[in-house]
């Protein structure tokens, strides 16, 4: 079955930065793009970042572009997300997910919080 499983998440300053990753098992990784979402107190889960298959292409929210890469290494199953430049409102729980046979999965999340 689809796995999806973050971490890297922690408590950082403002200014600061901080690598997600998210390992994936159950599926052909190299076959589906990939998505990072957050979802912040009180708030909706919001897209932040996709890559494509072979990971050439990359796509990113207005509030992170900038300061956030996403990456994959297809050899690893492993999707990434570099955070520079970390903001407060940057905090929330960090999700990973993708799309395979018309049902979207997700991980646990990672928590992030940015603070002084």
């Known amino acids: 079955q689809v796995q999806l499983v973050e971490s890297g998440g922690g408590l950082v300053q403002p200014g600061g930065s901080l690598r997600l990753s998210c390992a994936a098992s159950?599926?052909?990784?190299?076959?589906?793009?990939m998505n990072w979402y957050r979802q912040a107190p009180g708030k909706e889960r919001e897209w932040v970042a996709t890559?494509?298959?072979?990971?050439?292409?990359?796509y990113y929210a207005d509030s992170v572009k900038g300061r956030f890469t996403i990456s994959r290494d297809n050899a690893k199953n492993t999707v990434y997300l570099q955070m520079n430049s970390l903001r407060p409102e940057d905090t929330a729980v960090y999700y990973c997910?993708?799309?395979?046979?018309?049902?979207?999965?997700w991980g646990q999340g990672t928590q992030v919080t940015v603070s002084s």
């Open positions: 159950g599926f052909t990784f190299s076959s589906y793009s």
């Open positions: 890559i494509n298959p072979g990971g050439d292409n990359t």
């Open positions: 997910g993708t799309r395979y046979s018309g049902r979207a999965y």
